[in-house]
């Protein structure tokens, strides 16, 4: 789920805990790209690589032509470059935060990283 169920405004990660050894990080974290992707476009995604990126086999699969298939792909692939072009300006706006004085660059990177799914 990455939309609120009261108010549609977008969910964020904020609290992680190991099941092993109990240990907590709060703060502001970012979701992978692929997670950000509505619901429809994750399980259109899982199918995709469950299906070995072909794509007759999944319009068999799911039941639709594969024209139909076709445009549900190409507006996934949209709604992904769409994140990919936020992360992007994210990513520019904490260098430029870095070089302004106002993010300290350890910092920085880490956030970096972490957009970029690095961490």
Known sequence: MIDC??????????RLN?????LVLEGGFTMPRLAR???VDRNLAEQMI??????KELAEHL???YPTLRKRVDEMIASLNKI?????ALVASILDGIQK????SEEGVRKIKEV???I
Do not use: A, R
Request: proline share 3%.
């Open 5 to 14: 169920p009261v108010c549609k405004g977008k969910l964020t990660l904020s």
């Open 18 to 22: 190991c099941g092993g050894c109990g």
């Open 37 to 39: 992707l509505n619901l």
């Open 50 to 55: 469950l299906c070995g990126g072909n794509l």
């Open 63 to 65: 039941g639709i032509s």
């Open 84 to 88: 990919k072009t936020e992360d992007e």
């Open 101 to 104: 004085g106002t993010i300290k």
């Open 116 to 118: 970029q799914g690095e």
